[in-house]
């Protein structure tokens, strides 16, 4: 057995031998999975905490009278133990980390009287590892019988089970200038002077000494890799042949055929970076198990989950995808650009202007627009919320509030997200199907011409006014994980600031509430003035579906025949369909989607049909092409559902006749 004699104090007080373990290869490991510090020390160095303790507990026992329950106790043996979890904090030395396993142990302890009682007691065992590829050893245990001061102080980062950082929202910033303070010295001078701060990807790289390289990867979908031991890569040669390398720790390779603008080259470089950062103890980690698929990571451009959803590597990826912005974008620099050119603009802040302002600092810093638009809303610009919105694949024209906008609120939603949140908030739900709100460019607004007007075809779009002041016609909505978290109050557009949302980057979203009496009393006075397109018909449709069907043809002015055309089938086929007593909920979203109805009045016509939205993923698709039942046709709706393996909405003329009972319908 080899021993470490251990100078420095690692909680034990005094000098102290511990043993040394090493990787034992009894067990392979599985390179579709990551390994706790836990399982690494257990299955893969043969650390055997039920002898752990039980040496503990008859060697210290003096100790262990002192916990409160055992002072009686002459003797103690551990019965049995279970983990509870690990301590640590990030950004240690590699060459010794410490990690602390807490323990839960059930110990048996018998008095003087031969007498015996069971006790609960925590333990603390402390390894310190060295995870340098060279060495991966760990010296330990030290035991203390309970947890008696937490590994992590003030302004440290706390680790988790895989030692990965747990990073919180407010955390970002802190981390990103603990590295502009080790390899930028100078930059808080720079500032102080009044100069403005800029970095970029390759500079950081150089100054962390790692070596960049731009390469053609084998795999398509690759931005970028980064090494931290050698290991292989499939690459392509100038003739597009593939070819494998060894790569050099400390090696990041950058893909020319995907990172061809600046913005994207710079971001992968930085993002590359960030993972040498934040993950290297992670990946030593695992080379601890003698993986040999341990060595690298790559940023893609798309998502390929390996692992369960927010497992290490989902949270890896995603610190890593935030990060790099707090980096390019430096806080106090960027304040200062954007403030300059507000006031160029006398303090305007209007969608002109922050859209020429997330430009600038697009170009200036070598990001994305995206990147640069987010940045802002973490920086208090949140009028940068309303520019380059995209909701089901389209762009939605860029829009401002009448005043400064609220923070956390979006008043933009895609027609699948509405979707959802009908279904789970039954208040939402009756809020939007009684027509007086409009689902028009992503937004719930309301259904007035002030607001909404409609192209010669019958397109609805917002009018000037209602794309500046959205707040004022429009249904805000907080999305979870990236900005705060909200309450729905009696139905109303609401705005409120809560506490912030950590811990989930996946969007989700619930309805703002909106400030108290003033704003109801403006509802009131604008409902009293409301002028609802189909409001008439609403109140007026017979209460049989067949008739309801006629009366909405009539109104509209189109023929059986027209619509018959716009389903796809024939005149006979869809007289069929129009004369069952009991019409399918995909039936009549099919016809509602090709007569382009409003959406209350689609409820409506499901209502009367007999038919009811279940809490199942085709019923959510159903409810998303009602919304953006002006927009889409049938033939589109029976594409996305043929894509997703649903059944069609209509089935083909020539399948037979229909299920029910044939009525004539005039």
């Not at 309801?548 to 619509?563: F, H, Y």
């Not at 085709?618 to 919304?627: A, I, K, P």
Request: hydrophobic content about 35%; aromatic content about 10%.
């Amino acid at each position: 057995m080899e021993y470490a004699i251990l100078l420095k104090d690692y909680g034990q007080g005094c000098i102290t031998a511990l043993p040394v373990s090493q990787c034992t290869g009894e067990n392979k490991p599985d390179f579709r999975r990551p390994y706790t510090a836990y399982e690494v020390l257990t299955d893969f160095f043969g650390e055997d905490m039920s002898l752990v303790l039980g040496n503990y507990l008859k060697q210290e026992i003096k100790t262990v009278r002192k916990q409160k329950g055992m002072e009686r106790a002459k003797e103690a043996r551990l019965l049995s133990y279970y983990y509870l979890t690990t301590r640590s904090k990030a950004q240690q030395p590699v060459n010794e980390t410490l990690v602390d396993f807490m323990i839960r142990g059930k110990v048996e302890g018998e008095t003087e009287e031969k007498d015996r009682f069971v006790r609960d007691m925590d333990f603390k065992v402390r390894y310190i590892l060295d995870l340098r590829p060279c060495e991966q050893k760990c010296i330990g245990p030290l035991i203390f019988p309970k947890e008696d001061e937490d590994p992590v102080s003030d302004g440290e980062i706390p680790a988790n089970d895989y030692l990965l950082p747990i990073l919180r929202a407010e955390d970002y910033e802190t981390v990103a200038h603990q590295i502009l303070r080790k390899y930028y010295p100078e930059y808080a001078s720079r500032l102080s002077e009044g100069e403005r701060f800029v970095m970029n990807g390759d500079d950081l790289a150089a100054r962390m000494n790692l070596d960049v390289r731009d390469v053609h990867f084998a795999d398509p979908a690759t931005l970028g890799q980064i090494y931290y031991n050698f290991g292989d890569a499939e690459l392509l040669d100038s003739a597009g042949r593939k070819y494998t390398e060894q790569i050099n720790p400390g090696t990041i390779l950058i893909s020319i055929d995907n990172c061809q603008s600046p913005s994207i080259r710079n971001s992968t470089v930085c993002h590359e970076c960030c993972h040498m950062v934040l993950d290297r103890t992670f990946f030593l980690l695992q080379m601890m198990t003698g993986c040999p698929y341990s060595y690298y990571t790559n940023r893609r451009r798309e998502a390929r989950r390996v692992y369960r959803k927010n497992g290490p590597v989902d949270w890896m990826e995603l610190q890593c995808e935030k990060l790099p912005a707090y980096l390019l974008m430096e806080s106090q620099s960027t304040k200062e650009l954007v403030e300059a050119e507000l006031q160029r603009h006398q303090g305007i802040r209007s969608p002109e202007v922050m859209r020429g302002i997330i430009d600038m600092v697009s170009v200036r810093n070598k990001v994305s627009r995206s990147m640069a638009k987010y940045r802002l809303i973490e920086l208090g610009y949140y009028e940068a919320e309303g520019i380059r919105c995209f909701v089901d694949g389209r762009s939605v024209p860029d829009h401002g509030c009448s005043s400064s906008w609220p923070e956390g609120v979006t008043y933009t939603i895609s027609a699948y997200q509405a979707a959802e949140l009908a279904d789970a908030d039954p208040e939402f739900w009756h809020l939007i199907s009684g027509g007086r709100y409009r689902y028009v460019e992503g937004h719930f607004c309301l259904n007035q011409e002030a607001y909404v007007k409609e192209t010669w075809n019958g397109i609805p779009y917002l009018t000037s006014y209602a794309r500046t002041h959205i707040d004022e016609c429009c249904l805000g909505f907080a999305a979870h994980g990236r900005y705060r978290s909200t309450d729905f109050r009696q139905g109303r557009v609401a705005r409120t600031k809560t506490k912030l949302v950590t811990g989930q980057y996946r969007p989700g979203y619930t309805l703002v509430a909106e400030p108290g009496t003033e704003l109801y009393v403006k509802e009131n006075e604008t409902f009293r003035h409301d002028s609802y397109l189909w409001g008439e018909l609403l109140y007026a449709l017979p209460s049989d579906f067949h008739e309801a069907v006629n009366e909405i043809l009539l109104k509209k002015g189109i023929t059986q025949e027209t619509l018959a055309e716009r389903l796809g089938v024939e005149r006979r086929t869809l007289t069929k369909y129009l004369s069952q007593d009991s019409p399918t909920l995909a039936h009549v979203v099919g016809i509602c989607v090709a007569l382009q109805l409003p959406f209350f009045i689609s409820e409506k016509l499901i209502e009367l049909s007999g038919n009811a939205f279940q809490r199942k993923p085709l019923h959510h698709q159903y409810r998303e092409f009602l919304f953006q039942a002006e927009k889409l046709t049938v033939s589109r709706c029976e594409d996305i559902l043929a894509e997703r393996g649903w059944p069609p909405l209509f089935d083909s003329p020539d399948q037979g006749e229909m299920k029910g009972a044939v009525r004539s319908i005039s």
